[in-house]
């Protein structure tokens, strides 16, 4: 099956930093990927869209701004947490598409902003 | 908007039962519906992907039904096992392209 991997799975860091996260699909292309949210004991939430050499589409009530994406290649997708802080602790999930229907996921990071 | 829930948020069952989680859906149009099973901590793994013009999957011990029309799907685990335990996720696929997930199912089995 469709492997796809994530860096760092987890990370503390101090309040006001940023994070960087990486996604990679390793197996196959991805022009599309996928990126999460999940707070304990609740669901995964989607954050974003990530569409290789363009812009990433965001969903509401998701800070473009705060939460920056770049997906500059077929095989990798950044998302990177900027001035983070303790509300921004979180499990950060991706996921890629192949073909047209079929998201595979990444094992999650977690992050933790002290 | 496309809502999707779980029933129930838990369960605890003895080793060796069969059991049912359910997931209902708002909006018919979808594209494809999956089950995953998550551990704590860890991501997503996914178990039966039904297509829309499917009514079942079988994987194994699991088996996975689909009423796209009265906007339901089951998982079906038999002989359930203390490995079986971690969330159950249900999700669709809509027509935006979009996975919407429900809020799981979190199962325990006692050995």
């Known amino acids: 099956g469709a492997v796809v991997s994530q860096h760092p799975s987890w990370v503390i860091c101090k309040s006001g930093t940023s994070v960087k996260i990486e996604c990679r699909s390793l197996?196959?292309?991805?022009?599309?990927m996928f990126w999460y949210r999940q707070f304990p004991k609740q669901s995964l939430m989607l954050m974003a869209t990530?569409?290789?050499?363009?812009?990433?589409?965001?969903e509401q009530g998701v800070e473009k701004d705060k939460f920056l994406i770049n997906h500059a290649s077929l095989t990798l997708s950044t998302l990177t947490v900027t001035s983070a802080h303790p509300e921004d602790s979180s499990f950060y999930i991706c996921?890629?598409?192949?073909?047209?229907?079929?998201?595979?996921f990444g094992p999650g990071t977690r992050l933790t902003v002290l | 908007k496309q809502e999707v829930t779980q029933i129930p948020a838990a369960l605890s069952v003895p080793e060796g039962e069969n059991l049912v989680l359910n997931c209902s859906f708002t909006?018919?149009?979808?594209?494809?519906l999956q089950w995953f099973r998550q551990d704590p901590g860890k991501g997503l793994t996914s178990l039966l992907l039904?297509?829309?013009?499917?009514r079942e999957q079988t994987s194994g011990r699991l088996n996975a039904s689909l009423d796209k029309s009265s906007g339901r799907s089951t998982l079906y685990i038999a002989a359930s096992q203390p490995g079986d335990s971690a969330t159950y996720l249900c999700?669709?696929?809509?027509?935006?392209?979009?996975?919407?997930f429900g809020q799981g199912t979190e199962l325990s089995v006692k050995p």
């Open positions: 996921s890629a598409l192949q073909g047209s229907h079929e998201q595979f």
């Open positions: 039904i297509q829309s013009s499917q």
């Open positions: 999700a669709v696929l809509n027509q935006g392209g979009k996975l919407i």
């Open positions: 990530s569409n290789e050499g363009s812009k990433a589409t965001y």
């Open positions: 909006d018919s149009a979808i594209y494809n």
């Open positions: 197996d196959f292309q991805a022009t599309t």
